[in-house]
């Protein structure tokens, strides 16, 4: 049982709601049980036990949940949401009464983290290949981007890595300390490039589509997540391990400008709502969302709504009604 959401109008998507079967895992290997949860070895670990749901809060402060093993990243695609997991993604009604699982048949799908809308179609960052893809509106793989190609061979342990890029991924659990750069967020920029977060470098770059050379625009981070557009032609973004919410201007400058400190753990994801002039942010190791209220992007002037969840559930996106939805 969770207790009754402050807002309205959003969905959450929850990467697990079994963190018990986490801990137990985690008590049995000696690792600390407050280590996030990406940062854990894949030996052993209890993937297919983990859980997973969606849940939407509607109109009128009624919630409704669906299992959804795993999800994560969260776009719109009209009325209709796609939602990722860690070798397929689904797309999801608004109301969660119709779902079709693993609309696209792709053996790059590996620790799919986040997907986007571009102007093909959709952007997807397959953390477990260290990979970007962008594929049309039929699934047709259009372009690619892999770490590897570009300076980013070796992991955190100091392994250089190889990949086979015919072989069908989905399935196989790579663990993040096996990953170069563990892409996990990416975006279409206004001008047509890309930007995406790199978690082990803690950095936000980004990509010519042509040639595939990158840029940092941001370095210094501290595992960030959560890249999307803002209408003024820049990009927010979570840096996770210091709880800031940042606003940076590819093309203007290399800065960046702090929109919200938050009081948070573990900040998983911060997307603003147009509609509702709010920001949404997940605290991922507390279980809970936050809601600011913060007129056009800027900083807020209160103090946020505070959602708690239950302490089974590890939350990881939460968006508003069609926010960062087709272009």
């Known amino acids: 049982m969770i207790a009754a959401p402050p807002f309205r109008d959003c969905h959450i998507s929850v990467v697990s709601t079994r963190l018990d079967t ?12 407050e280590r996030p949860l990406a940062l854990q070895r894949a030996s052993g670990k209890p993937i297919a036990e983990l859980g997973g749901a969606l849940c939407r809060v509607d109109e009128n402060g009624a919630v409704s949940t669906i299992d959804m093993w ?18 397929a993604v689904a ?7 119709r779902r079709s699982d693993d609309i696209w048949n792709i053996p790059l799908l590996n620790a799919v983290h986040w997907v986007a809308p571009s102007k093909a179609g959709w952007l997807l960052a397959c953390s477990g290949l260290d990979l970007i893809i962008e594929v049309d509106r039929s699934g047709a793989v259009v372009w690619q981007w892999w770490a590897i190609d570009h ?13 086979d890029r015919d072989a069908d991924h989905r399935g196989v659990d790579y663990g993040t300390m096996a990953q170069t750069t563990h892409v996990n967020s990416v975006v279409e920029a206004s001008d047509g490039s890309i930007v995406a977060t790199l978690f082990h470098q803690g950095w936000l770059i980004r990509i010519d589509r042509t040639t595939g050379d990158y840029e940092r625009l941001v370095d210094g981070l501290v595992h ?6 803002t209408p003024d032609g820049g990009v927010s973004f979570v840096d996770t391990g210091t709880g800031r919410v940042l606003i940076a201007r590819p093309g203007h400058d ?3 400008e702090v929109a919200i400190k938050a009081d948070t753990d573990w900040l998983q994801d911060g997307s603003y709502d147009v509609a509702r002039q709010r920001w949404l942010l997940v605290d991922g190791r507390r279980s809970r969302i936050l809601s600011y209220r913060a007129d056009e992007y800027d900083s807020p002037s209160t103090e946020p709504a505070i959602w708690q969840l239950s302490d089974r559930w590890r939350p990881y ?11």
Do not use: K, Q
């Open 22 to 33: 986490l801990r137990t895992y985690w008590a049995r290997s000696s690792e600390d049980a």
């Open 70 to 87: 795993m999800a994560a990243g969260m776009t719109w695609n009209e009325a209709d949401l796609l939602v990722t997991s860690p070798w």
């Open 91 to 97: 797309e999801v009604s608004g109301d969660l009464s």
């Open 151 to 163: 300076g980013m061979h070796t992991d955190p342990m100091g392994r250089h890595r190889t990949i």
């Open 224 to 229: 960030p997540h959560a890249v999307r557009s």
């Open 254 to 256: 290399r800065g960046f």
């Open 317 to 327: 996106g939460a968006i508003g009604a069609h926010c960062g939805g087709t272009p």
